[in-house]
């Protein structure tokens, strides 16, 4: 049980494109989700927070405007990349927590070159 | 706000030996909760154990413990019988604990510690 997806698992993009990625709790109902940005040999770097049906509290630092985050239910995230520059190309994971849990449970991760 | 430090970038020890990964961490909550996490080459995020604060007695999962010393705020890992697939990179992690059980709190991360294990 507490299985995460990401979708896609790797995408290439041009710069000035948009990309999203999502997430999805296969098997649980997802409270509250978190996506990561991770760069080589490098720890993992909280992005935001979000609860289904409400706007995602993005941490200081991270623009809002460029990585749109969308929790429509409670089994579904949705980061979106937009207007894609190579600085952007990194690796981003999501995590998922369910209610009466203080544990989150990690997706596999997408990966993200911008050209 | 939390922090969470991990001393050593990198670590090896041979196959079947043990080894004991370093972790301190600053807070003025006194709920909460700790983790280890394994990231293979993957790079899944895979837990590999769990300390709740308010618990004395050290966590241990098969051949993983912990030596968990709250006064000092030190979490130490200790993998023992160590086996290749235990190559990894590991984060040691922080969380507050939430009054209500309404999901979680978001995770402090250390900057990791890459154990090679060798044969």
């Known amino acids: 049980g507490a299985v995460v997806s990401q979708h896609p698992s790797w995408v290439i993009c041009k710069s000035g494109t948009s990309v999203k990625i999502e997430c999805r709790s296969l098997d649980f109902q997802a409270t509250t989700m978190f996506w990561y940005r991770q760069f080589p040999k490098q720890s993992l770097m909280l992005m935001a927070t979000s609860n289904e049906g409400s706007k995602a509290t993005y941490e200081q630092g991270v623009e809002k405007d460029k990585f749109l985050i969308n929790h429509a239910s409670l089994t579904l995230s949705t980061l979106t990349v937009t207007s894609a520059h190579p600085e952007d190309s990194s690796f981003y994971i999501c995590s998922a927590s369910r209610v009466f849990h203080n544990e989150q449970f990690f997706g596999p991760g997408t990966r993200l070159t911008v050209l | 706000a939390q922090t969470v430090t991990q001393s050593q970038p990198e670590m090896s020890v041979q196959e079947a030996e043990t080894v004991t990964l370093s972790c301190t961490y600053d807070?003025?909550?006194?709920?909460?909760?700790l983790f280890w996490y394994k990231q293979p080459p993957s790079r899944q995020m895979i837990l590999v154990i769990r300390q709740e604060a308010y618990k004395q007695q050290n966590a241990t999962e098969n051949r993983f413990s912990v030596n968990f010393q709250k006064a000092a705020k030190s979490f130490s890992l200790k993998i023992s019988d160590s086996q290749l697939g235990d190559t990894a990179m590991y984060f040691c992690a922080f969380m507050k604990r939430l009054p209500t059980q309404g999901g979680s709190e978001k995770l402090v991360f250390g900057k990791g510690t890459k154990l090679t294990v060798n044969p």
């Open positions: 807070t003025s909550e006194s709920n909460y909760y």
